[in-house]
């Protein structure tokens, strides 16, 4: 990836971009601004690349990207008020707000391309936003292959076109995977880019959210017994969550079986490289183009995904599986490294701003995150608050993380340090009585502060005992014939 090279290696920009950025923030010199690629997956936990000690993954565009740029190990999800996690995610990425205070259609609310096109930015678009029509042609200049929705079959994803005059045309059905759609319209933007103007290029990609149907080649790239189970495999969660049957968990039979897990997430594996190709078809055109020196590249995705851990599939809780994401920004004045600073997806539009030299809007929430990398600070928070529904909440700091289940009275109290993976609850032993108290008020304080309203302790309790050991399943009708096969008949 020659881009990085040479946009990273030029020292010289740390003194002359920022300074450029800013002038022209205020006398409308919009061609000194930087270029902007942002490249979002959908469901790919934070470990689910090589370089962030996966070994049994292969996504060589992507390490030499997490290798080449600056990594926040610790970036997350705040969560969601519904059942799908994607559309909150990106409400607050693309807004810097919160969770309670932003609308999921971002109405009314200024938003990161909105923003940067008022700016004197080409704001380009393809792929899923899950926000509505009308925010994304508030945002965007133009757009090509746009999803609307949450999740498709990824061989025929309905398509849609912005035009710059602002209206939706080429209303069409996918016709190549969809990884390959997106990359494809962003290569074409690229190409077709004069430099008049700096640009703001979205790709959203819809990989490696199921169905987990990679292209043959991929699928066959990875054998289930290569790929080991997660550290905190279980067949079943230990008790009722409260979203333990939901679509996401249909997926797979009760009990899980290593089998099965182990097969999944080879295609998981396999969405996640064929994904990876497709990145690295993207930051060679970016080279070939001539973008690459003045071009920000920053990858992230919307949250995790279970995918065996803790006997769950799906991102509907608040273990670090589900709410952790890898975030990468690369090129410029960026350095290679990495922290362990507690930071939200919703730090992205306040970071970006601070790259453009563009002014941040009242509204937004966020911190920026650039003075971590500049070396102007360490941390942005002490503690992180994470949500979901009206079922979970949960805060951690630096070592400890408490989960709270208001609806069957349950508590988790881990040891991150000591328990990465979160399977000893030390939440009943009286020693940690002190921790249990501490992070709790944390937790009341993050709820005062963002408006989330849900008592932590509900006077009807529910039972926390559940036994899914045969549970009736229905595959969802984006699910290809091969995978309820091979998933759901005769199981």
């Known amino acids: 990836m020659a881009f990085s090279l040479r946009g990273i290696l030029l020292v010289v920009v740390v003194s002359v971009l920022a300074p450029l950025a800013l002038r022209g923030a205020e006398d409308g010199d919009e061609q000194q601004r930087p270029n902007i690629l942002f490249l979002f997956s959908d469901d790919q936990r934070a470990d689910a690349i090589g370089a962030y000690d996966n070994p049994h993954i292969r996504t060589p565009n992507l390490d030499r990207l997490a290798e080449q740029g600056f990594n926040f190990r610790r970036a997350y999800c705040m969560g969601s008020i519904h059942g799908a996690v994607c559309q909150p995610s990106r409400a607050m990425l693309n807004s810097g707000r919160t969770l309670y205070h932003v609308p999921m259609d971002l109405k009314n609310v200024p938003i990161l391309p909105e923003v ?106 990875y054998a289930p017994g290569d790929v080991p189970l997660p550290a905190n495999f279980m067949p079943q969660h230990p008790f009722n969550n409260g979203w333990l049957v939901g679509r996401d968990e249909q997926l797979a039979p009760w009990p899980r079986t290593p089998e099965v897990i182990e097969s999944q997430l080879a295609e998981y594996y396999g969405l996640i490289s064929h994904l990876d190709a497709q990145i690295g078809r993207i930051l060679a055109a970016l080279d070939e183009t001539g973008h690459g020196a003045d071009t920000l590249v920053v990858f992230s995705s919307d949250h995790g ?187």
């Open 305 to 491: 995904l279970a995918i065996g851990s803790h006997g769950l599939l799906g991102k509907q809780s608040l273990y670090e599986h589900s709410m952790r994401t890898p975030l990468i920004f690369a090129g410029l004045d960026v350095p290679a490294g990495e922290t362990d600073a507690l930071v939200y997806l919703y730090d992205v539009m306040p970071t970006l701003l601070d790259v453009a030299g563009v002014p941040l809007p009242e509204a937004v929430e966020g911190q920026d995150l650039a003075p971590i990398w500049r070396g102007e600070r360490a941390t942005i928070r002490d503690t992180l608050f994470t949500t979901y529904e009206d079922i979970q909440r949960a805060v951690r700091d630096g070592r400890w993380k408490l989960i709270r289940y208001p609806k069957i009275d349950h508590t988790q109290l881990f040891d991150l340090e000591a328990d990465p993976n979160e399977l000893n609850n030390l939440a009943e032993s009286g020693r940690y009585a002190d921790e249990v108290a501490r992070l709790t008020r944390e937790l009341q304080q993050w709820q005062q502060r963002t408006d989330d309203t849900q008592p932590l302790v509900v006077e009807d309790v529910e039972s926390a005992e559940i036994d899914l050991t045969g549970h009736e399943r229905t595959p969802d009708r984006h699910q290809p014939a091969w995978i309820v096969e091979k998933y759901f008949q005769g199981k």
């Open 116 to 221: 940067l096109r008022q700016a004197g930015y080409t704001t380009f678009g393809t792929g899923k936003w899950h926000n509505g029509e009308e925010s994304f042609a508030r945002g965007f200049s133009l757009g090509n292959a746009v999803f609307f929705g949450g999740m498709w079959d990824h061989s025929k994803v309905p398509l849609i076109d912005l035009s710059r005059d602002g209206t939706y045309t080429n209303k069409r059905n996918g016709d190549r995977f969809s990884s390959t759609v997106f990359a494809d319209a962003v290569i074409d933007f690229l190409r077709g880019h004069d430099g008049a103007t700096p640009f703001y290029a979205y790709v959203a990609f819809t990989a490696p959210h199921d169905p987990r149907m990679p292209p043959q080649e991929y699928r066959d790239a």
